[in-house]
Each structure stands twice: as C-alpha cells, then as structure tokens.
C-alpha cells in the first residue's frame, strides 16, 4: 500500500509518500516547505500568514513529492491527512487539498491526529516494530507472521512539542490514555518563550538547547547547579507545569540584566535552563515507568530533537527498567512531517473493517479540520 499524506499544522507545507508492506512503512519521499525564515522576523507564526503560505505551497509540494517519487495518482492506494490538533487557518488547507485529491483520484481519505502521527514516526524504517493489534488477527496468514513475536504493548509515549506536553498510555494500537499533560506551557514554548527572554532568534528552542549542550561541553560552571525550579517534579501526578520556570528565568535575567552581553552567561542559562527541563521529563517518565511497567517506551514531538532529553530517557530506561524497549524517531522524522502522518494513516486503515475502508470512499466530505482535536479511538476516523 501507497500511501500520499499532507501535513499542515502550523509552518511547515509537507508531503510524503510512505510504502507500507508487511507491516513495515518506508518513506519513499518526503518534501517540507518550512515558513521559520518568513515567520522569524515576527518571532512566531502568524495563523493568517501561515495559510497563505500553505496556499503558494501546497500544490508544488504535491507535485513535487510525486515527481520525485516518480509515481502518479494511479499508484496511490491511501490519501492521510493532519485533521488537528493546530492552527486552524493551517489545517483548512492541507485537509481540503487531501478532499480535493480524494474526488480528483476517487481514492480513500483518512484524518489523522497530529500527536498520534508524531508517536507513530516512531515506528519508520523500525525492524522491532509489531504492527499487527494484540486483539485482531484476521488471516491465517498473520498469525504465521507474528505467532512468535512479542507485542510492542502496553506502550507509554512522551509527547513534547511547542504545543503540548504529555504521557500517553497505550494498551494497543490507537488506544490512548492520557496519563498527565501541561497545565500551563509546553516543554516547547517554555523553551521558545526562555530564548526570546534571551535575544535569541526564532525558533528558539533549538537554539538554547545547542547552547546549552555546547555549554555543557566547557565544563566552566558558574551558576548554581539548581538556580531553577523543577516544577511539579515530586507532586502525586504525571501532570507538568512550566510557566513557574519560564517566570524563574524572567526574574533571574532583570536581577543579572549587565550580564545578558556575556555569551558564556547565556549559554550557561540556556544549560541549566535546559537541565531543569529534562529533569522534570526524566522523573515524570520514571514514575510513569515504575506505575504501568510497559513494553514499550517512545518519545515523539518536536521536543524529541533535544539530544540531551534523548540522551537522558535512553539511560534512565536501559538503567532504570532493562525489558523495556526504548525507541526515539530519526531527527528527520522529530519534527513535523508528513511521512509520520502517512505511516499512522496505513496503519489505521489497515485495521479497519471492510466496511469502514468503504464507508473512507463514501463520507469523505464529512472530513472537517479540528484545532482541538483530542487523541481518537479505531471507530472514530471522520
């Protein structure tokens, strides 16, 4: 199966297209518009501004993406689209291109949650990964195919980007729980917010975070090693809160404003900024790990980038809890794409009964974008 996906959450014009082949996804291609440099001089993205881009975009990234896959409509089996959550101006676009191709093509459309396709980039080009659900096998032939293999269930996923931070509990496939999230800011804006605190360009979290691991390398400590808050660490939750630091490191920078012109000072900002952060994800995920002992451990979202948070799960997991399996996506696939949302597009459809592939070609117009679109169970496709 072939599958064509659109990604338009927020700044970046995706496309992709993803094989799907005895329950492995390979990305054939996958071409992204990005809109930082265009949105940098604003110091975030601009709703309105944004879908006009996606609009100049979007048709020469669907020719662009096919051209270099050299395929044509006739070989696309699957149409996957971001339905929500994100800006809304941004989402129209992308999901009535998908509609648009869907009647063109006369071809199956199928939304898809955009935290849903950031864990499931997990799973590209992944030899451990168990596609098949614990509870449908619907051929002999699928049962030959996983009778000896372990099930990747139950699976716990960190979701951090600019937009959302949460633990997610999944016993099966497209099964969500959701054990903890934000009450306030994301891990990710927090950083964004803390650069621009900083004088630090847009999009900022990468840039504090390659400050503070440059930092880091120096070994030329002059901050306290706890100058800022680890919120809600120890509270009896999985819940998260990061506005508390984010105003920490506000007051901190107006006491030590004459120090804002020395780079040493900012990277080490950035470093302990950075490390109280992590030490929050670490020990929220830890006791999450320790409550629900799963299989399977993912982190996902934009977030997922940071080297340092990446670094830092991976040895708490092969230290802390040896039979999970840890997984973390290629840096390609951390950010938005749309190749995430094609391989969580297959893999829904392959799940689904004869008679909601059909009912995918029927009902297509019912497809409508959702800029708080929660996570969804199986049934609820459209």
């Not at 044509?72 to 339905?83: E, G, N, Q, R, Y």
């Not at 633990?167 to 950083?191: K, N, P, R, S």
């Not at 080297?307 to 973390?328: C, H, K, M, S, W």
């Amino acid at each position: 199966m072939k599958v064509l996906s659109i990604e338009t959450s927020c700044d970046e014009t995706a496309c992709a297209i993803v094989d799907y082949t005895d329950g492995q996804a390979t990305v054939l291609v996958n071409t992204i518009s990005s809109q930082a440099t265009l949105h940098a001089k604003w110091g975030g993205v601009v709703p309105d501004l944004a879908s006009r881009e996606h609009v100049r975009n979007i048709v020469p990234v669907i020719e662009e993406t096919l051209t270099r896959a050299a395929l044509s409509p006739k070989d696309i089996d699957l149409l996957a689209v971001t339905k929500g959550p994100g800006l809304m101006p941004a989402l129209v676009i992308g999901v009535t291109a998908a509609k648009t191709l869907a009647l063109i093509w006369n071809k199956p459309i199928i939304g898809i949650q955009h935290l849903e396709g950031h864990i499931y980039a997990n799973f590209i080009n992944s030899p451990n990964f168990q596609s098949i659900s614990n509870k449908k096998i619907s051929n002999g032939v699928k049962e030959s195919r996983i009778k000896n293999q372990e099930s990747i269930f139950p699976l716990i996923a960190l979701v951090v980007s600019g937009g959302h931070t949460e633990l997610v509990l999944m016993q099966d496939h497209f099964q969500y729980e959701i054990l903890g999230e934000t009450e306030d800011d994301a891990a990710g804006e927090a950083f964004d917010k803390v650069a621009k605190m900083l004088g630090l360009d847009y999009p900022g979290g990468p840039i504090v975070a390659k400050r503070a691991d440059d930092f880091r390398e120096t070994k030329s400590y002059q901050l306290p090693a706890t100058l800022f808050p680890r919120p809600m660490l120890h509270a009896d939750n999985f819940n998260f809160s990061f506005s508390g630091l984010k105003t920490s490191v506000l007051y901190f920078l107006k006491k030590n404003e004459g120090k804002k012109a020395k780079e040493s000072f900012i990277n080490e900002v950035c470093h302990e900024f950075q490390e109280a952060v992590v030490d929050v994800l670490v020990g929220k995920t830890k006791k999450a790990h320790t409550q629900y002992a799963p299989k399977t451990f993912v982190i996902a979202g934009g977030v997922s980038a940071n080297v340092r948070l990446r670094n830092r799960l991976r040895n708490l997991i092969e230290t802390d809890f040896p039979t999970t399996q840890f997984l973390a996506p290629e840096f390609t696939y951390s950010l938005d794409n749309a190749a995430m949302i094609g391989i969580a597009g297959a893999i829904r459809y392959e799940q689904m009964s004869a008679e909601d592939r059909v009912s995918l070609m029927e009902t297509y117009l019912a497809l409508e974008p959702d800029a708080n679109m929660p996570f969804q169970k199986l049934e609820n496709t459209h």
